[in-house]
């Protein structure tokens, strides 16, 4: 198993362009999330997926869009890039919900909007 | 507001010596708490998940306390290791009263065991 595997690792882009991660899991989770981690605000829930064909927004929702076309795969838009979308971007699966059971994380997708 | 509160300072603990962290947490009465370990570069790593109606829960080194009323978890890690250094991550299920939804997330703690 792979587990929790993300596309691409690094990422720079001009404030405007536009860009899609890519989050792909291997467990057949049902439950899938976008977060945010930026230095000293910890982690942040962008948006979320209780199952396929299915997306609800977190706690940060602008200024992104999602789409969960497959079960295994959760896909983070951003459409028009902004220097404060530059942050390290984490995707997760949990097969149980959010809180009551643990949550698998990929490696992460560091974006840097100029 | 709500929140969750992890010591921003890093703890500094004696290799062998049992390091403990603290999340407090203000204004949530979350159904689950859970534990992850971060290394740099890489995603959260799931350690201990404790329920609201237990009050430790245990896995080889690592042991968890939850008091709901004082809002606060304890995290030990006894017989500390160089490699148990990391930052420390409190998560709670707080977005709904405990639905789908994802976990809130402290800014977590940065242990370092020294030799």
């Known amino acids: 198993n792979a587990g929790v595997t993300q596309t691409p690792k690094f990422r720079v882009l001009k404030t405007g362009q536009s860009m899609t991660l890519l989050c792909a899991q291997d467990m057949n989770h049902e439950y899938m999330y976008w977060y945010r981690q930026d230095p000293g605000m910890g982690l942040r829930l962008i948006h979320y997926s209780v199952g396929e064909g299915t997306t609800a927004k977190g706690e940060v929702p602008d200024g992104y869009n999602v789409s969960r076309l497959k079960k295994q795969n959760f896909l983070l838009g951003l459409e028009s890039a902004a220097p404060s979308q530059t942050s390290v971007y984490f995707c997760a699966s949990s097969y149980l919900l959010a809180g009551s059971g643990e949550q698998f994380f990929g490696p992460g997708t560091r974006l840097t909007v100029l | 507001s709500q929140k969750i509160e992890q010591n921003s300072e890093a703890l500094n603990i004696q290799e062998g010596k049992t390091a403990t962290l603290t999340c407090n947490y203000t204004n949530y009465s979350p159904a689950y708490l859970q534990w992850y370990r971060q290394d740099p570069g890489r995603g959260p790593v799931f350690l201990l998940l404790?329920?609201?109606?237990?009050k430790e829960k245990r896995k080889e080194r690592l042991k968890v306390t939850f008091d709901t009323t004082l809002k606060q978890s304890l995290f030990h890690i006894t017989a500390s290791q160089p490699a148990d250094s990391a930052t420390y991550l409190c998560a709670l299920d707080v977005f709904s009263g405990g639905g789908a939804d994802g976990l809130t997330f402290g800014k977590g703690t940065h242990l370092i065991i020294q030799p």
């Open positions: 404790i329920r609201e109606n237990e």
